[in-house]
């Protein structure tokens, strides 16, 4: 392997001006990276690719890159960009078991973080670089948020997750305290009553968008967030009917086919998927089929209803009367995308949401409560995990701020 990493390493035309800089959110100093790899410097190629970004090991194996760094390399061009996704993980890879520094020096001040999915992981790491005294608050039984309960085990092994734990938060000092939800025995208020000087909410977006349609309720309907937390404890059978053709609905697919299904497929209502190239490929290559311009009507208890719609260029559906057609299937999977729980807010004082239930919080984290901060999908909805990490960054440097006294919090 580290052959071929040095192959696509040598690809790289050192460009005068980056432009897979441009296209990498978080802004990955790829050129330098590659230059420290291929003058036999992995370490310091390493340390530049953690610092940058905590979660290094885990956006190489599930990012965009696509459309993200190695769509913007000049070589993408002629088809054939530097893999940089490759290489990326290959460093990171190498250099995480390295990593064995303990606590920074304390400097006496506690952190709540409310979540443990990408932005709350971000936030914990920085600021216990900073010596701050960080506890994470995960309402389930392991840290990770979509991480871990979102996305398949072929797509991110866990042992990822679990070798980043050992290496960012335990040998970090940071504490976790699993199954506890923030708003339920605890509240934002018991953590300032206790302390803390500033805290931070990433409880990202778990509550299933539904379809409000006839039949939702039914027994072989789910959800594709409820299947993704742990697909062993669903009986699918052989059909299965996904409705939305996201990257959720890419790993519902693609999971169930590995789980026993036969027959799967994803019906959107547009004449494309959403999904991302690379998804949708492997989910084709792997069997998953497709309908377009197909709107759900009503669910059955043996498969589902779809009618035929049509697009104007205004965007606009139009349905086409007496196309309505029964697909059958044992299973139905709906996966149109997931929106915020409420509990943190129906308990805690001064916070506000907009009309989705997201969190309110400016470009820089801070909320209508002052010590209060956020980011991530809680405050934007469902986005990528770089998305994410990049600006949880800023964010973090915010509340340092704030905590030093250098900046105020709203």
């Known amino acids: 392997m580290a052959l071929h990493i040095l192959d696509e390493a040598n690809r790289c035309l050192e460009c005068k001006k980056p432009t897979c800089i441009n296209g990498c959110p978080i802004g990955t100093p790829i050129p330098e990276v590659i230059r420290l790899l291929k003058d036999n410097r992995l370490d310091e190629a390493g340390k530049i690719l953690f610092f940058n970004n905590p979660l290094t090991t885990i956006c190489s194996l599930i990012c965009n ?36 520094k303990g606590p920074a020096e304390p400097n006496g001040m506690r952190v709540a973080i409310v979540g443990s999915g990408p932005a709350g992981l971000t936030i914990a790491i920085i600021l216990a670089r900073y010596g701050y005294q960080v506890t994470i608050f995960e309402g389930k039984d392991k840290i990770g948020g979509v991480l871990r309960y979102g996305i398949p085990e072929f797509r991110l092994p866990k042992s990822v997750l679990d070798d980043l734990q050992h290496r960012h938060i335990e040998l970090k000092g940071i504490k976790i305290r699993p199954n506890i939800r923030i708003g339920d025995a605890i509240g934002i208020d018991d953590l300032f009553r206790d302390g803390y000087k500033a ?22 309907v789910h959800f594709a967030i409820n299947y993704l937390t742990n697909p062993d404890v669903y009986k699918l059978g052989e059909r299965v009917i996904i409705i939305g053709a996201g990257n959720a609905a890419m790993d519902v697919a693609r999971t ?33 089929r497709f309908e377009y311009n197909h709107k759900p009507i009503e669910i059955l ?45 129906s308990s805690t004082t001064g916070l506000e949401v907009n009309e989705r239930g997201l969190l309110r919080a400016d470009e820089f984290g801070n909320t209508s409560r002052r010590g209060v901060f956020a ?36």
């Open 301 to 345: 208890d043996n498969g589902v209803v779809f009618r035929k719609v049509t697009r104007d260029e205004n965007g606009n559906y139009a349905e086409i009367e007496g196309s309505d057609t029964f697909y059958p299937s044992d299973s139905v999977m709906i996966a149109i995308s997931q929106g915020p729980r409420n509990v943190i807010v």
């Open 65 to 100: 890159h696509e459309k993200q760094c190695e769509g913007h390399c000049v070589l993408a061009k002629k088809g054939n960009p530097v893999h940089f996704s490759a290489i990326e993980s290959y460093i990171s890879g190498a250099y995480a078991p390295k990593m064995v």
């Open 199 to 220: 805290v931070f909410i990433g409880t990202g977006v778990w509550r299933a968008n539904t379809l409000h349609i006839k039949g939702e309720t039914l027994g072989n």
């Open 375 to 410: 980011s991530g999908d809680v405050v934007n909805g469902a986005r990528t995990v770089v998305e994410a990490v990049a600006h949880s960054k800023i964010v973090a440097e915010t509340m340092h701020q704030y905590m030093q006294g250098t900046k105020e919090n709203s």
């Open 256 to 288: 169930a086919i590995r789980n026993g299904s036969r027959e799967v497929t994803c019906f959107s209502i547009d004449d494309c998927v959403a999904a991302s190239d690379y998804e949708f490929k492997y989910a084709k290559l792997e069997g998953v």
